[in-house]
Every structure is written in structure tokens, then in C-alpha cells.
């Protein structure tokens, strides 16, 4: 069974970092696009950062640009997020996401909360 595991939430303080990680295993990860997608409360679940196969190709919501980084590593399995210069509006919580073709999966989640 295809598994996302996300891991590297927490709470912050304003202005503060975090480094998601996502550890994927149980098909070919390096055939996949990753994303990271976020989700508020009463807000829609939106789309943070992707990452191509290769990771040669990179896209990020305009709210995060400059501060939050998508990379991975496609020896371990793992897609990372990240997070700079923390605001309490990047509250929320963070999803995996690995897409090829028609296959989509979703990680579980993990909570980042930005508070003082």
C-alpha cells in the first residue's frame, strides 16, 4: 500500500522556520511530481509548492514565494518543504502530494501552527 508520511510540524513563533519532511514509499517516487499543499480552517485546501520528477522544476504559491523551498531527494524517498520567515497566516495544516499521470496520493497531514 502506497504510503506519504509527513513529519516536521510543530508550533512557531512568528518569524521563526520549520523543515517539513515526507517520506514516500511503495511505488516509484522518482516518476512522480510532489507537491505540498495546505489547508486552513473554513479556507479550501490550496496548493504551496510543487516539484517536478527531476526536482529540476519548481512552482510556489505567490503568499510563500521567497520564503518557503521545495526540494527533494529522490535516493531516500523524501520530499522537503522549507519554511521561512513564518507568518501566522501559514497555519495550517501541510499535505504531501505525489501525482504521475492518473495516480494521485496524499499524505495524512501535519499541523503547523504560527503563534506568539
Known amino acids: 500500500q502506497v504510503q506519504l508520511v509527513e513529519s516536521g510540524g510543530g508550533l512557531v513563533q512568528p518569524g521563526g522556520s520549520l523543515r517539513l519532511s515526507c517520506a514516500a514509499s511503495?511505488?516509484?517516487?522518482?516518476?512522480?511530481?510532489m507537491s505540498w499543499y495546505r489547508q486552513a480552517p473554513g479556507k479550501e485546501r490550496e496548493s504551496v509548492a510543487t516539484i517536478s520528477n527531476t526536482g529540476g522544476t519548481t512552482n510556489y504559491v505567490d503568499s510563500v514565494k521567497g520564503r518557503f523551498t521545495i526540494s527533494r531527494d529522490n535516493a531516500r524517498n523524501t520530499v522537503y518543504l522549507q519554511m521561512n520567515s513564518l507568518k501566522p497566516e501559514d497555519t495550517a495544516v501541510y499535505y504531501c502530494n505525489a501525482r504521475f499521470l492518473a495516480n494521485v496520493y496524499w499524505g495524512q497531514g501535519t499541523q503547523v501552527t504560527v503563534s506568539s
Open positions: 511503495r511505488f516509484t517516487f522518482r516518476n512522480y511530481a
